[in-house]
T-cell receptor
Framework: NAGVTQTPKFRILKIGQSMTLQCTQD?????MYWYRQDPGMGLKLIYY???????DKGEVPNGYNVSRSTTEDFPLRLELAAPSQTSVYFC?????????????FGSGTQLSVL | GNSVTQMEGPVTLSEEAFLTINCTYT??????LFWYVQYPGEGLQLLLK?????DKGSNKGFEATYRKETTSFHLEKGSVQVSDSAVYFC??????????????FGQGTELSVKP
């Protein structure tokens, strides 16, 4: 009963380093999302995917890349990390097809860029 | 564009007090509306939802009614408990064909309930 699993839970990066945030789901959901949560700002959509091989930009995509080679996995790549990318990152998935869809969230990755 | 505005927190209440967290939205068309809750150290969980005007979503003693005339979806609970301490997010989903139901979130309202 894993749901959406994110790794790592915490990470500290130096400016200019790169890393990949991992996300996997075992619910066979077509749709997956990456959000970032900044204090007092709510969640902002970074990228989303409607299925394997298909990705698209959300509201704040700059500085990030994604890929979706399988239904289960949706990694988020940070190239050249910057202090502005310090945030909590949430991966989510859903199985739309009905209008009142529900998102399932992972427990988050807290990233600090120093 | 679509947006969600919530009342600012933190909100501090005593146990058994009445809770209201205000949420208003701006959207084209007929969005679905949601309340998500985030307990400390966890991801967001769906608390309740409403998909059309005058619908009332309810769960765990929480309620919210979709008011199209006032573009609001206020969250209420008659008697809060310490275990309700969390951050509450109002959100809307304007389902777009082949783009998924991307959620637009409010900024979140932190609730702290004291014994």
């Amino acid at each position: 009963n894993a749901g959406v699993t994110q790794t790592p839970k915490f990470r500290i990066l130096k400016i200019g380093q790169s890393m990949t945030l991992q996300c996997t789901q075992d619910m066979n959901h077509n749709y997956m999302y990456w959000y970032r949560q900044d204090p007092g700002m709510g969640l902002k959509l970074i990228y989303y995917s409607v299925g394997a091989g298909i990705t698209d930009k959300g509201e704040v995509p700059n500085g990030y890349n994604v890929s979706r080679s399988t239904t289960e996995d949706f990694p988020l790549r940070l190239e050249l990390a910057a202090p502005s990318q310090t945030s909590v990152y949430f991966c989510a998935s859903s199985y739309p097809g009905q209008r009142n869809e529900k998102l399932f969230f992972g427990s988050g990755t807290q990233l600090s860029v120093l | 564009g679509n947006s969600v505005t919530q009342m600012e927190g933190p909100v501090t209440l005593s146990e058994e007090a009445f809770l209201t967290i205000n949420c208003t939205y701006t959207a084209t068309g007929y969005p679905s509306l949601f309340w998500y809750v985030q307990y400390p150290g966890e991801g967001l969980q769906l608390l309740l939802k409403a998909t059309k005007a005058d619908d009332k979503g309810s769960n765990k003693g929480f309620e919210a009614t979709y008011r199209k005339e006032t573009t609001s979806f206020h969250l209420e609970k008659g008697s809060v408990q310490v275990s309700d301490s969390a951050v509450y997010f109002c959100a809307l989903s304007a389902m777009i064909y082949n783009q998924g139901g991307k959620l637009i979130f409010g900024q979140g309202t932190e609730l702290s309930v004291k014994p």
